[in-house]
């Protein structure tokens, strides 16, 4: 019987191509997908008359831990790499973001902008070097095409709707020929 090794998570940058693989897959993941509705007021109804105005977001949220083992990992790495991606870079195309990431956890895979980094310290060494630590992550997706910008609305007349006056039926034949090559 072969022994699978053991897959871990991690996440790309995208514009320099870095990779950071995670030291312990995270214990929980929280993905959520919103929808936007627009309410409006109806006089004399008990509720408002609720309307789909698009897509929300679609953000995950988990913990990394990282673990100093001897000198074997040093935490401090982790933590710098991903706490500079909510800042903001000069891209080769002369725009100014946050650098996407693409995010591997399982079979998740996902393009993602990185909105909130938080570092937790738990334990530190004598020499005040930070041995163990929770960095707790927000994203949202980030998706491949962006959709195009709706039209404003148009104050253009409405096109008049053709009246139909009369409908006339033609009774067709019941008679099939590919069911008279069959009966021959």
Known sequence: MAIMPVRKGYMIREDTGERLE??????????????????????GA???????????????????RFIANGMKYDTSKAV?????????????????????????????????????????????????RPVDLQVDLEMKHWPDVMPPKPAPPSKAKPKAVPVVEKITVQKQSTRSPYLDRLRQ
């Not at 995670?22 to 006089?43: G, H, I, M, S, W």
């Open 22 to 43: 995670f030291q312990y897959n995270p214990t929980f993941l929280e993905d959520e997908k919103t929808a936007e509705y627009e309410n409006t007021n109806v006089p």
């Open 46 to 64: 008990n509720f408002p008359h609720s309307e789909f105005a698009g897509g929300g977001d679609w953000k995950f949220k988990f913990s990394l």
């Open 80 to 128: 710098v790499w991903l706490r500079q991606l909510p800042y903001a870079v000069r891209h080769p195309d002369g725009t100014v973001a946050p650098p996407k990431v693409l995010l591997a956890i399982g079979g998740l895979i996902v393009r993602c902008k990185v909105t909130k980094v938080t570092v937790h310290y738990l334990r530190w060494a004598p020499a005040l």
